[in-house]
């Protein structure tokens, strides 16, 4: 089926047409390149610190509050980025040794995206270091999900 648009100042314009889909193209690439852009610090709005404190400080404490503060402003973004959060915290905890709070946190995170592999490996490794084998091997062994 053709779709026309008249009315136009170029008169009868054929929507099916190879220019039709090539004059769109550089739009939609610049739509993609604006939501890749702004995709990681947009999740949580207003909070672009915040974030790459969570991600990126070397310091545990920091990380923890940082990541905190984006949990606890509420469940925006997807899943997979709330999962990366908690995730993150859990890190910041397993290098405090609060390996209870780590399990906790990375039980959110698989809970929210069960494909979440690292979340798997640090939960794995976190039951191994309290001792809870049979749980530390459960989770280690569906690291290939």
């Not at 009315?7 to 390149?33: E, H, K």
């Not at 991600?55 to 990366?84: M, N, Q, T, W, Y």
């Not at 405090?96 to 794995?124: H, S, V």
Request: hydrophobic residues 35%; glycine residues 6%.
């Amino acid at each position: 089926m053709r779709h026309t648009v008249r009315g136009s100042p170029m008169g009868r314009f054929d929507t099916n047409s190879v220019g039709w889909r090539q004059g769109l193209r550089p739009v939609g690439l610049l739509v993609l390149a604006v939501v890749i852009w702004f995709a990681p610090t947009e999740v949580f709005a207003g909070s672009k610190q915040d974030y790459r404190d969570c991600v990126e400080s070397a310091d545990p404490d920091r990380s923890i509050e940082a990541c905190s503060r984006l949990i606890d402003r509420g469940d925006r973004g997807s899943a997979k980025k709330r999962a990366e959060i908690y995730c993150q915290r859990a890190e910041a905890y397993l290098e405090k040794r609060e390996l209870d709070r780590a399990i906790a946190d990375l039980c959110t995170a698989i809970e929210l995206n069960p494909r979440y592999a690292l979340a798997y490996t640090y939960r794995g490794n976190a039951y191994d270091d309290k001792g809870m084998t049979n749980l530390a091997i459960q989770d280690l062994s569906l690291i290939h999900i």
